[in-house]
């Protein structure tokens, strides 16, 4: 008899579906107690983009599913499932049978399964001692004088892992086949009841092919059974083994939703418990625009000659010590978050580069003092000296700023200095309208982290939140006013009451429109013909794009964040431990790409074209001068320029004391 019970206790099947033990479960070990569901996270149209909980799960009634999906598990777990009492004798016979005879089958009905899996504190599958089967088989009698055999195969069917962290057939069905339990096919459903004795092992994404060997095991056992006519096993059989996608969601989107959980955990609403129903402001299109330009984009920058550094494809398992990045890109009108990379793999490390890094943003700072310098009336053709610069510091330390030319280019305009990155004329901006001042619009644009007050800010050495950065170029497109980024639209409860809203959030006005436009055409020739002309090879010139490139010193941070009629977007490159990321790097070079990919890729930048306000003067000006334009001056020096009203050149101003002596106008 001992031997025989050891043999019996070989023969329990130590499938890969039972949890760890995690939290004491309440109650007995026959108790059918709730299971953990997930809250179900949304895009803005309506599709699914992840969940939130400690178990991916959306519990169903058994009723609501096809026959032939609960009769599958039946076949193949527990063919005497309707017969026995919980325990199955003529099974234990049949494995204590072969395993004396040096064979391997398992025992255990599925009642004891669902007891291990409700109650793996009381009961631990894992755990190969006498005493576990004892109580798990006491329990699973228990549990059948208690409920009926409906009640304990729903529950066995919502509660078991089919792998991923997807537990119930519904998460299986939703995941693997993109659909809702209720409309799994013969062949889906018996390719899911292949998954409860190794998830791992028979998993029909990784492993289509040994999905489809057992799937069809199971079909035939289902025509042994009465389940099915041969035909109908046949017709499933000829059926290939497809899943879906991205694991069912429209956009992989993890970083995105991690965010969604902090918001709404800091607002008390309790969605990691589940139930609950989230709808966000991201849009899966451009989402996937974004991660695939990101992947694309540091995979050609790991490529280039020079690149010494570690790379994604020869990483070690579970480090991220390889270059990184992040995209997010808003919705300028509204401040909604249409799309949030936050690495390049998830699984890798879940850290949230655009809303939990603190980066220096080089030069994409530059166009926040430039914007100050207009609105004290400096106009954008004034002239600028691009020179060698000593400014005195503290204690006597002297600064220097450089070009990452090595490079002076002597005296040019403000336009052109913004257009090709010129440091010391930010630098000799920030000291002319005080470093204070520049400081405030920062804070007006929405920037929260510290902005130290010393010359070196004025080309981007205070770090900030990559997310913060880029909704504070949303008052570029609108005109001086900036967004709040916002991810989340609504959360509805279990019950399908709303519980949390958040509606769109403008900042106050931080700077006048007009302002904000003269900024953004200089940004435009950013794009067009500066240091960010990269983005071109992507995208037309009929579509306007403004931005700003950004680098740090030794190369280390590469930036660039870009605005189009409806859209704003940022990219960064760099390591989690900053160290440069090659020779020669530079935003224009290794960011500006990504974005264009990205826009590229989307439905965005096709609204109609900005034109100037008129409040604003215009004239048209020789590009190297920075004067009026007059006869002899070359059609490709010639450009338009924008003037607050009363900063443009003397000679279009109007004396309206002469205009008077000129006499009647007729």
Same mark, same amino acid.
């Given at each position: ?7 019996l206790l070989l023969a329990a099947p130590l499938t890969a579906q039972q949890p760890a033990p995690a939290k004491p479960s309440t109650g007995e070990a026959w108790q059918l107690t709730p299971l953990a569901q997930s809250s ?17 799960r959306t519990s169903v009634s058994i009723r609501s599913l096809p026959r032939y999906l609960p009769q599958a598990f039946v076949a193949v777990e527990d063919q005497r499932f309707y017969q026995h009492d919980g325990v199955d ?11 004396? !005879? ?15 899996? !409700? ?7 894992r755990d190969p001692g006498l005493g576990r089967k004892l109580r798990e088989q006491r329990a699973a009698r228990e549990m059948e004088r208690h409920y009926s055999k409906e009640q304990i195969l729903e529950g066995y069917l ?282 405030? !619009? ?225």
């Amino acid at each position: 008899m001992r031997r025989a019970l050891h043999v019996l206790l070989l023969a329990a099947p130590l499938t890969a579906q039972q949890p760890a033990p995690a939290k004491p479960s309440t109650g007995e070990a026959w108790q059918l107690t709730p299971l953990a569901q997930s809250s179900l996270v949304y895009a803005r149209d309506g599709s699914l983009i992840g969940e939130i909980g400690s178990q991916w799960r959306t519990s169903v009634s058994i009723r609501s599913l096809p026959r032939y999906l609960p009769q599958a598990f039946v076949a193949v777990e527990d063919q005497r499932f309707y017969q026995h009492d919980g325990v199955d004798l003529v099974g234990i016979a049949g494995a204590v049978k072969d395993n004396l !005879l040096g064979g391997h089958r398992g025992a255990s009905t599925i009642t004891q399964q669902l007891v291990g899996n !409700l109650h793996p504190d009381l009961v631990d599958r894992r755990d190969p001692g006498l005493g576990r089967k004892l109580r798990e088989q006491r329990a699973a009698r228990e549990m059948e004088r208690h409920y009926s055999k409906e009640q304990i195969l729903e529950g066995y069917l919502n509660a078991i892992l089919f792998g991923h962290n997807w537990y119930g057939i519904e998460a299986a069905a939703r995941h693997y086949f993109g659909k809702n339990a209720v409309h799994l096919t013969l062949a889906e459903a018996a390719s899911l009841a292949a998954l409860p004795k190794g998830p791992a092992l028979y998993d029909p994404a990784r492993f289509p092919d040994r999905n489809r060997a057992r799937r069809d095991v199971i079909l035939d056992l289902m025509v042994v059974q009465g389940f099915v006519s041969r035909p109908q096993a046949q017709l499933a059989k000829a059926q290939p083994v497809t899943t879906v996608a991205t694991s069912g969601v429209s956009a992989s989107s993890p970083w995105f939703v991690d965010v969604v959980r902090t918001q709404l955990e800091r607002a008390g609403i309790p969605v990691s418990q589940g139930g609950y129903r989230v709808t966000t402001t991201l849009d899966p299109l451009l989402q996937r625009a974004a991660t695939a330009a990101l992947v694309e984009g540091t995979a050609a920058v790991e490529a280039r000659p020079g690149y010494r550094n570690p790379t994604y494809a020869n990483h070690p398992k579970g480090s991220t010590d390889y270059l990184q990045g992040m995209v997010v890109a808003m919705d300028p009108a509204t401040g909604d978050v249409r799309a949030l990379v936050g690495g390049r793999n998830y699984t890798d490390g879940p850290f949230n580069r655009a809303v939990n890094a603190v980066r220096q943003p080089g030069s994409a700072f530059k166009p926040i003092v430039y914007a100050r310098a207009i609105l004290d009336s400096i106009p954008a053709n004034t002239i600028v000296p691009d020179t060698s610069l000593e400014i005195v510091m503290d204690r006597g330390a002297l600064y220097r700023p450089r070009n990452a030319d090595g490079e002076f280019l002597g005296n040019i305009t403000l336009r052109e200095a913004l257009t090709r990155s010129r440091n010391p004329v930010a630098v000799q901006l920030w000291q002319r309208v005080t470093g204070d001042s520049v400081i405030a !619009l920062a804070r007006r644009l929405g920037i929260r982290s510290y902005i130290a007050p010393w010359p070196s800010s004025a080309i981007g050495a205070s770090a900030v939140q990559p997310l913060d950065l880029v909704a504070a170029f949303t008052a570029i497109p609108n005109l001086g006013t900036a967004a709040e980024p916002r991810f989340v639209v609504r959360a509805d409860d279990p019950s399908g009451r709303t519980v949390y809203s958040q509606s769109v959030r403008m900042l106050p006005p931080a700077m006048p429109a007009e302002v904000a436009f003269i900024v953004r055409d200089v940004m435009r020739d950013v794009v067009d013909r500066g240091t960010a002309t990269a983005v071109r090879r992507y995208v037309p010139y009929a579509v306007p794009v403004a931005g700003k490139t950004g680098t740090t010193d030794d190369n280390t941070d590469v930036w660039f964040i870009g605005a189009t009629t409806d859209l704003v977007a940022g990219v960064w490159l760099g390591f989690d431990r900053p160290r440069s990321i090659m020779p020669g790097a530079a935003g224009g070079t290794l960011a500006a790409p990504i974005f264009g990919q990205m826009l590229a890729r989307s439905a965005y930048g096709r609204g109609a074209p900005w034109t100037p306000l008129p409040t604003l003067v215009t004239a048209e000006l020789d590009r190297t001068t920075g004067k009026l334009a007059d006869a002899s001056t070359p059609t490709d020096r010639r450009y338009s320029e924008y003037f607050l009203a009363g900063t443009e050149p003397g000679a279009l101003r109007v004396d309206a004391r002469r205009l008077f002596g000129w006499g009647p106008i007729p």
